[in-house]
């Protein structure tokens, strides 16, 4: 029988009635996805996928509290469903109580969706992107320079049910463009990435015009030592550096002093001025634009995600409130370890409360400093200052009296985005972004470019 054969909710409904277990949660996640790929003006290659996963998550009731057992496959069938069913009770039979126990959650209305076919893409999504691109083609090769890169398209369609009753549904398209333009001798490059929902706003004609203006900048190069230089920061290279800010903000770990947001003697930071801009970090899943899923989605338990918090509704949250930190990240149960208010991930990030200025104000307004493309290859030195390293990547480039004078070498960084913060002089405009280093794992962003005075480039890089 094909994986395929029956609708998302009725192996919803179907693995949650062969449950006996003392509760079960089933998540069946429909994925479907269209990408082009190109290489020296012409396209190479694309392709459609379409595939299923479903995760049963049993929970078994003992003496000693509530244990978990969770079980993730691809291309169930019919035929396979019970023994799925059986594998998730037998785990949770056999492993320790939970300490994330807590109750499935009740009370969410049903998605009135529910029951409908999952969304799918297909190579339509690209019917006025790719056109648009073999025109940029054309002009690429008439000015000199080669494009490569990749469009990639993602449609997940998540179908949560619960023995507690809960029906819910969400459809989150994905999608990201990533254009490289290269001198035909390969010494210089430059990159630039969008994030989109359907590639209706992606105009591949603007991003080569882009890249050609920063192809010309690099006719000119200079050699510059370690050292640190007043920098401007993308907005793609911001948001690499605050989603990791967010991927470490563990309320239960700040709690246990093991992390940047730990106060000395005991406690978190929350409540503590972080930078004098007046900036707010926050995530919310119905930003415009942006929109993610409205309620938890855990296939797995860890830090302070809960499978047993599924279900549970996502609202607006401030991670950092006018500059002054005012949530963690937390689960129910860590919330009520820490004291902290419950605030779980959401798959988003925003950073506002700057200047109404483009990044070409910013630069206008710079006497001598480092604009960066993006950073690449990004490490974490020292949990406890959240210290990370990295390298730029496809142009560093040297602004002297408003205007961008050459290209300059790249560079291995070392800075806190936590530091970093309250170390910026000004931050511009907001706007949807890529983050580079990130993009298989989070897309969607909002970020202002960011001035910093001393931006620490602690050695030279070779690379282009």
């Given at each position: 029988?094909?994986?395929r054969?029956?609708?998302?909710?009725?192996?919803?409904?179907q693995?949650?009635?062969?449950?006996?277990?003392?509760?079960?949660?089933?998540?069946?996640?429909?994925?479907?996805?269209?990408?082009?790929?190109?290489?020296?003006?012409a396209?190479?290659?694309?392709?459609?996928?379409?595939?299923?996963?479903?995760?049963?998550?049993?929970?078994?009731?003992?003496?000693?509290?509530?244990?978990s057992?969770?079980?993730?496959?691809s291309?169930?069938?019919?035929?396979e469903?019970?023994?799925?069913?059986?594998?998730?009770?037998?785990?949770?039979?056999?492993?320790?109580?939970?300490?994330?126990?807590?109750?499935?959650?009740?009370?969410v209305?049903?998605a009135?969706?529910?029951t409908?076919?999952?969304?799918?893409?297909?190579?339509?999504?690209?019917?006025?992107f790719a056109?648009?691109?073999?025109?940029?083609?054309?002009?690429?090769r008439a000015?000199?320079?080669e494009?490569?890169?990749?469009?990639?398209?993602?449609?997940?369609?998540?179908y949560?049910?619960?023995s507690?009753?809960l029906?819910?549904r969400?459809?989150?398209?994905?999608?990201?463009?990533?254009?490289?333009?290269?001198?035909?001798?390969?010494?210089?490059?430059?990159?630039?990435?969008?994030?989109t929902?359907?590639?209706k706003?992606?105009?591949p004609?603007?991003?080569?015009?882009?890249?050609?203006?920063?192809?010309?900048w690099?006719?000119?190069?200079?050699?510059l030592?370690?050292?640190?230089?007043?920098?401007?920061?993308?907005?793609?290279?911001?948001?690499d550096?605050?989603?990791?800010?967010?991927?470490?903000?563990?309320?239960?770990d700040?709690?246990?002093?093991?992390?940047?947001?730990?106060?000395?003697?005991?406690?978190?930071?929350?409540?503590?001025?972080?930078?004098?801009?007046?900036?707010?970090?926050?995530?919310?899943?119905?930003?415009?634009?942006?929109e993610?899923?409205?309620?938890?989605?855990?296939?797995?338990?860890?830090?302070?995600?809960?499978?047993?918090?599924?279900?549970?509704?996502?609202?607006?949250?401030?991670?950092?409130?006018?500059?002054?930190?005012?949530?963690?990240?937390t689960?129910?149960?860590?919330?009520?370890?820490?004291?902290?208010?419950?605030?779980?991930?959401?798959?988003?990030?925003?950073l506002?409360?700057?200047?109404?200025?483009?990044?070409?104000?910013?630069?206008?307004?710079?006497?001598?400093?480092?604009?960066?493309?993006?950073?690449?290859?990004i490490?974490?030195?020292?949990?406890?200052?959240?210290?990370?390293?990295g390298?730029?990547?496809?142009?560093?480039?040297?602004?002297?009296?408003?205007?961008?004078?050459?290209?300059?070498?790249?560079?291995?960084?070392?800075?806190?985005?936590?530091?970093?913060?309250?170390?910026?002089a000004?931050?511009g405009?907001t706007?949807?972004?890529?983050?580079?280093e990130?993009s298989?794992?989070?897309?969607?962003?909002?970020?202002p470019?960011?001035?910093?005075?001393?931006?620490?480039m602690?050695?030279?890089?070779?690379?282009?």
């Amino acid at each position: 029988m094909s994986p395929r054969t029956n609708k998302p909710h009725e192996i919803v409904e179907q693995a949650l009635a062969l449950s006996r277990a003392d509760g079960c949660v089933v998540i069946a996640d429909e994925q479907s996805t269209a990408n082009l790929r190109w290489a020296g003006n012409a396209l190479t290659t694309n392709g459609v996928t379409r595939g299923r996963t479903l995760t049963v998550i049993a929970t078994v009731d003992g003496k000693e509290g509530t244990a978990s057992g969770v079980v993730s496959r691809s291309a169930v069938t019919a035929d396979e469903l019970e023994p799925l069913v059986r594998a998730a009770e037998a785990a949770a039979r056999g492993a320790q109580p939970a300490e994330d126990a807590r109750p499935l959650v009740t009370g969410v209305p049903q998605a009135p969706d529910f029951t409908d076919a999952p969304a799918e893409t297909s190579s339509a999504v690209f019917a006025d992107f790719a056109p648009a691109l073999g025109e940029a083609f054309a002009r690429a090769r008439a000015g000199g320079r080669e494009l490569y890169g990749f469009a990639n398209h993602e449609l997940v369609s998540s179908y949560l049910g619960t023995s507690t009753g809960l029906r819910l549904r969400h459809d989150q398209p994905n999608g990201t463009l990533e254009l490289n333009a290269k001198s035909p001798d390969r010494t210089r490059s430059a990159w630039a990435g969008r994030s989109t929902r359907d590639f209706k706003d992606v105009d591949p004609a603007a991003l080569d015009a882009e890249l050609a203006v920063r192809l010309g900048w690099a006719e000119r190069r200079i050699e510059l030592p370690a050292g640190r230089y007043e920098t401007l920061l993308p907005p793609t290279a911001v948001a690499d550096l605050l989603i990791y800010q967010m991927w470490s903000a563990s309320g239960r770990d700040a709690a246990e002093g093991r992390t940047v947001f730990s106060k000395p003697g005991g406690g978190t930071r929350v409540g503590e001025k972080l930078t004098d801009l007046p900036l707010t970090l926050r995530s919310d899943p119905n930003a415009p634009g942006l929109e993610s899923a409205p309620f938890v989605l855990a296939h797995s338990s860890g830090g302070d995600q809960s499978v047993f918090d599924n279900g549970l509704p996502l609202t607006a949250t401030e991670w950092v409130r006018e500059g002054e930190l005012s949530n963690l990240l937390t689960s129910r149960h860590s919330a009520e370890l820490t004291g902290l208010p419950v605030a779980p991930g959401i798959d988003n990030l925003i950073l506002d409360g700057g200047e109404d200025r483009s990044l070409e104000e910013m630069v206008a307004a710079t006497e001598r400093g480092l604009l960066l493309t993006c950073l690449w290859y990004i490490r974490e030195v020292d949990p406890a200052t959240l210290l990370l390293t990295g390298l730029t990547r496809d142009g560093v480039y040297l602004v002297e009296n408003g205007e961008v004078s050459g290209e300059v070498n790249n560079f291995r960084f070392n800075e806190s985005p936590v530091d970093l913060l309250g170390r910026a002089a000004e931050a511009g405009r907001t706007e949807k972004t890529l983050p580079r280093e990130w993009s298989d794992w989070f897309t969607r962003a909002a970020m202002p470019a960011l001035r910093v005075p001393d931006f620490n480039m602690s050695s030279v890089s070779q690379g282009v």
